[in-house]
């Protein structure tokens, strides 16, 4: 089946640093790639979707500035966090369009430590 | 807007039992597709299985079945002869029937945490 991935799967940053995270459909071409973020033990929360050759779209509240996306080809999205703060720490999840189907892959997740 | 309602935050269930966990959801849309993905400890998300509302035959994988009540707006997971590898969190998500799919996004629950006990 198609596979997503991210990169990297951890990371642990200074706080007022920035941080990227990627996000490659490795074997089909998605125009369309979600970015969600997850607290412990909750739902993912929807953060913008990216899509390619285009700017992102942004859900309700979530700052463009400080989460900036970048979806450059048909394979790879990125997430950078500017300016990271504690807050900032959760685990983000990016997921891609199935090619074939109305169903969504998923990447393995990056954990952000910032401290 | 769509919601989706999980109204139950665990269960637990021995191992080789059969649980059904609880999905609802809210949509003035016609057409749409229903999901429930997986995610273990691991935080992967895995999809178990899809709904087609337009159909009227539960959706079955294996030992994963629905119970799809479209007027009541239902969505059962049934999971028979429960294994350990079933510990996870479970979430139920509706998406939009658009021509277009690939740019819909889907809408989740809050999530249902099962552990299969031993």
């Known amino acids: 089946g198609a596979v997503v991935s991210q990169h990297p799967s951890w990371v642990i940053c200074k706080s007022g640093t920035s941080v990227k995270i990627e996000c490659r459909s490795l074997d089909f071409q998605a125009t369309t790639m979600f970015w969600y973020r997850q607290f412990p033990k909750q739902s993912l929360m929807l953060m913008a979707t990216?899509?390619?050759?285009?700017?992102?779209?942004?859900e309700q509240g979530v700052e463009k500035d400080k989460f900036l996306i970048n979806h450059a080809s048909l394979t790879l999205s990125t997430l950078t966090v500017t300016s990271a703060h504690p807050e900032d720490s959760s685990f983000y999840i990016c997921?891609?369009?199935?090619?074939?189907?109305?169903?969504?892959?998923f990447g393995p997740g990056t954990r952000l430590l910032v401290l | 807007a769509q919601t989706v309602t999980q109204s139950q935050p665990e269960m637990s269930v021995q191992e080789a039992e059969t649980v059904t966990l609880s999905c609802t959801y809210d949509t003035s849309e016609s057409n749409y597709y229903l999901f429930w993905y997986k995610q273990p400890p691991s935080r992967q998300m895995i999809l178990v299985i899809r709904?087609?509302?337009?159909?009227?035959q539960n959706a079955t994988e294996n030992r994963f079945s629905v119970n799809f009540q479209k007027a009541a707006k239902s969505f059962s997971l049934k999971i028979s002869d429960s294994q350990l590898g079933d510990t996870a969190m479970y979430f139920c998500a509706f998406m939009k029937q658009v021509a277009n799919f690939g740019n819909e996004k889907l809408t989740f629950g809050t999530g249902t945490r099962l552990t299969i006990i031993p």
């Open positions: 709904q087609e509302a337009y159909k009227q």
């Open positions: 990216s899509n390619e050759g285009s700017k992102a779209t942004y």
């Open positions: 997921s891609a369009a199935n090619p074939t189907g109305p169903g969504k892959y």
